[in-house]
């Protein structure tokens, strides 16, 4: 006789996968039919919206599905939608199907991942540059982000869980060459992704056991292409020693870094309005709430999160440009992690202090969460 109680593989990676669908699909319809956006780059939008619902799918799946629609629904996030149709999403999708199958050929002939994850990186750059150019695409640095960040979180589950978790397991290839290949193609986009080397660092370093050097080695490789190309683009101009002072006052917006922007005390108060713009003063409290409960109920990600927001944050404090709420879609994902959080630990704690495991009590923490993605489609909507 057959135990019902033991799932099946293949139902348990359908479970699993389901809140990402779920969460994707109605995202990609929301931004087709009320964004006007291409079928191309609305799934490409909704790719980005999976990675950061599987990041959070082991809170809940209910609690999942609401923090990536939150993200799908942030103003910054909703100003991707919409546009015509354009070649370039097409063409840059192939790319990454042909560096897709080099790899895994690379990978197999050479038995080395590290050697499959260096000749992938290579041929995306060459190909990248010769067919589309710079074009430095947001909705491709958006969906790289999203599953850097999945995969960063997935391997930290894996290697380092915690005490009360599953047993320790080695890190698998996509925890080191996937995640080694999408942060370099990345990068090779747009150069502000190498914000996420530290993180990704921090990550392996927490890992047990650590990555191989071969990683490190081209991690580092990475992280100085990135440093030149991100200097060239953002610091390379006349505006990099001009008082940020004076650029307030003037209410001077340049596509560029000024150096003391961290200084004035009125950049914090623009990074602290925008949080609140895309999610917000409740959402602001959440990741509050979500971050300080993370950094002592699991301190690696704890670490590793604060880490992603730290280095994005620098960056929105020297920034002037007036693109800035959509280049920090990575610290905006980390706010969601954070809020996903909070949720769920409040949903811990009422079942703990009503002493009930089962019924409306576990309920009640995903249906309250709920209500910030409908909110925020509400105002999309103009109805509030």
Known sequence: MTDQSVISPQREFIVYWLPALVAAGLAALSFMVLGHTPLVRALGLAGAVAGITLTVRRLGGVLAVMGGLALAFSPAFWSQTGGSTSSTLEVIAVLLG????????????????????GIGVALFAVLFWLVVGTSQSLRLTTLFTAWVLYLLVDALRTSNPRPDGPPPKPLRLRHTAGLLLLLALGVVNDPLVLLLTPAVALGWSLAQPSVSRGYWLLLVLVAAFGTYTL???????????????????????????????????????????????????????????????????????????????????????????KDSAVLLLPLLMTQVIWMTYAAYTLGEWLKKSLHQESGLVRWVAPAAYTLLPALLLLRILGRV
């Open 231 to 321: 200097a060239e683009t953002y610091l390379n101009s006349g505006w990099w020693l001009y008082p940020a002072a004076q650029a307030e006052v003037g209410g001077i917006r340049v596509p560029f870094m000024m150096a003391d922007g961290w200084r004035e005390g009125v950049r914090w108060l623009y990074l602290f309005r925008l949080v609140i713009e895309q999610f917000t003063l409740v959402g602001v409290l959440l990741g509050v709430l979500g971050v300080a409960r993370l950094a002592r109920w699991y301190p690696p990600m704890g670490v590793v999160t604060m880490a992603v927001y730290a280095a994005y944050a620098l960056f929105g404090l020297m920034y002037f440009g």
């Open 98 to 117: 042909i560096v897709a199958v080099v790899t895994v050929l690379a990978v197999a002939l050479s038995k080395r991942p590290v050697i499959g994850v």
